[in-house]
């Protein structure tokens, strides 16, 4: 399904052939072209804004920060500017509350100069302060430019927090094609988990209900094919294909503002890098760019699904492994691999129940009824093998050891990913089955 910007950027959204739902992406506005910064105080009049906040770091302000207030300045339009100054500042409570503070308190929108953090920092303060979020892209590395939600640590969880879609994403193809070749990569390999994330929903559908929509799959279907055809020039610097995987990511983010869930963007492997997250804060340990940990974890989930789908299942053998499961135990061993940030996957469990053998032994009946549509859905995934070759070939890490993550660490991301969220992926369909410690 050939998608375009403007047609995914109706204000009227649009009734869908598939599920019958309306749709709405949200996004109003996103200029990727030479000269869109210059389209700036356009869009500060449209929106009303007549004292934008402008937040970057020491980076992106180089990048694109400076310029911006430029333009402003030459428009007449005041602002303040806030860069923030640590080297690597990370999405958690400390970067909000700097953004709240220094905000002034008659700033009547937003400018975010940046990607990940800043991105989702300015969505964050825009919905408490009721005011238009702006973003000025500076490097195409993650799928969340458009998303109505801010990935960020709170209390030490990977959580997504409601937060506002931007009004206006804004984009300037030289300023994304000078942006460190990693986070090009990162944002390639944000894409790359699309495979597993649309796999992942057909099978939660199917086992679970949850509510699933072919044509906003085939949206993120086309975004993902948009990012690899234009990956290996993208990564060389090349404007145009920096261009087109920041469209692909911005359409990302329009998906999951359609579906209304994150399901269309992320499954699995976002899982595994949330994981590494959390315990690169918690404990130090190595950690890299979100979207290239997705990048390698999207791989090593392909590759358990390929194993899987070598397996026959076995009812008791998958209900003779939830009888000597030990919840207690196994929650002594969350609070060791990942500290405070523990507490919240064990409550969530609590409410959520997926441990409950009456309820296991539903899901594992059905998983047992659909096995055959399993495995079609496996079927549709990339072969690991040729996955890692593209990857290998643009430069993008194939194994958490590149990484600096121990064999170790990353096998107990992939135990641990089942109990982030209340999302039905392969963990939880490996531990149904007993089968995680064999696979995972």
Known sequence: MKTDLKSLMREDGFVCPSCGKRHFGGLTDCLIGSGAMEELPLLLRKYSVQKPFVLCDRHTCE??????????????????????EREKPAPDERIVGEAVMFCPPDADGVIAVGSGVLNDTGKILSRAKGIPDLIVATAPSMDGFASGTSSMERGGLKVSLPSKCPDAVVADPAVLAAAPVHMIRSGVGDMLAKYVSIAEWRIAALLVGDPFCETVAAIVKDALDTCVKAAPLAVQGDPDAAAS?????????????????????????HYISHILDMRALAFGTPADLHGIQCGIATLETIRAYERLA?????????????RAFDPDAWNAHLREQLGAGAEAMIAGERREGKYDPQKHAARLEKILAHWDEILAIIGTLPKSAELEAFMRSIGHPTSFAEIGVSDGDAREAFLMAKDIRDKYVLGRLLWDLGLLGEIG
């Open 310 to 322: 070598s397996i026959t299942p076995e009812r008791e053998k998958a209900l003779a492994a939830v």
């Open 245 to 269: 995987v920041m469209e692909g990511l911005v359409v990302s983010g329009l998906a999951m503002n359609y579906a209304g869930i994150s399901r269309p963007a992320s499954g699995m492997e």
């Open 63 to 84: 990048a694109a920060g400076e310029r911006v207030a430029r333009i402003l300045s030459s428009a007449g339009i005041a602002y303040a500017l806030h860069i923030v």
